[in-house]
T-cell receptor, first 111, second 114 residues
Framework: TQLLEQSPQFLSIQEGENLTVYCNSS?????LQWYRQEPGEGPVLLVT?????EVKKLKRLTFQFGDARKDSSLHITAAQPGDTGLYLCAGARTGGFKTIFGAGTRLFVKA | DVKVTQSSRYLVKRTGEKVFLECVQDMDHENMFWYRQDPGLGLRLIYFSYDVKMKEKGDIPEGYSVSREKKERFSLILESASTNQTSMYLC?????????????FGDGTRLSIL
């Protein structure tokens, strides 16, 4: 059972388009992280959100943590080919060591 | 800069062999993790360690063991490799607290069991 559901699983868009990736759960998390993984490499952290309703921006990427801390979204404005990769969300629970990863959204941005 | 190094990028072994995957981090992190990554399943935690000689089972520990004799090194052992253990294996480390501190990943070992 996947505790963190990511959607869509695959996304292929043209350069310049906007997109949103979702990460949903029925569980509450103390924090949620977004990673990007490129082929042949390990995931690299993009952002950590810890407060319900929190919004963080990283250049053209906007991350939001749901008010109830059960879900999150990643919005990319004017996507570029360099944004191509696998986007993973990961949730952690208070007092625990384990981080639960979603299955990922594979994004292709065509020039 | 943070560095997590996995000993092999690609590895091919035979069914029944004992396989060792090594991971070294240079950040003096307390926590280290081993995951396997399979298409459509994301990263699944095999084992983690929060201190030297300490280990805890993750979600899929069957068929695996680990060793952490030194703070910087965390080894994953496949006691008797089987074909269903063919996968990408990722090692990660993090500081404290583990629920907030980012995990730093190595580049992965793609293991094929024939």
């Amino acid at each position: 059972t996947q505790l963190l559901e990511q959607s869509p699983q695959f996304l292929s868009i043209q350069e310049g388009e906007n997109l949103t990736v979702y990460c949903n759960s029925s569980s509450v998390f103390s924090s949620l992280q977004w990673y990007r993984q490129e082929p042949g490499e390990g995931p690299v952290l993009l952002v950590t959100v810890v407060t319900g309703g929190e919004v963080k921006k990283l250049k053209r990427l906007t991350f939001q943590f749901g008010d109830a801390r059960k879900d999150s979204s990643l919005h990319i404005t004017a996507a570029q080919p360099g944004d191509t990769g696998l986007y993973l969300c990961a949730g952690a629970r208070t007092g625990g060591f384990k981080t639960i990863f979603g299955a990922g959204t594979r994004l292709f941005v065509k020039a | 800069d943070v560095k997590v190094t996995q000993s092999s990028r690609y590895l091919v072994k035979r069914t029944g062999e004992k396989v060792f995957l090594e991971c070294v981090q240079d950040m003096d992190h307390e926590n280290m993790f081993w995951y396997r990554q399979d298409p459509g399943l994301g990263l699944r935690l095999i084992y983690f360690s929060y201190d030297v000689k300490m280990k805890e089972k993750g979600d899929i520990p069957e068929g695996y063991s680990v060793s952490r004799e030194k703070k910087e090194r965390f080894s994953l052992i496949l006691e008797s490799a089987s074909t269903n253990q063919t996968s990408m294996y990722l090692c990660a480390s993090s500081g404290a607290p583990p629920t907030v501190a980012p995990q730093h990943f190595g580049d992965g070992t793609r293991l094929s069991i024939l």
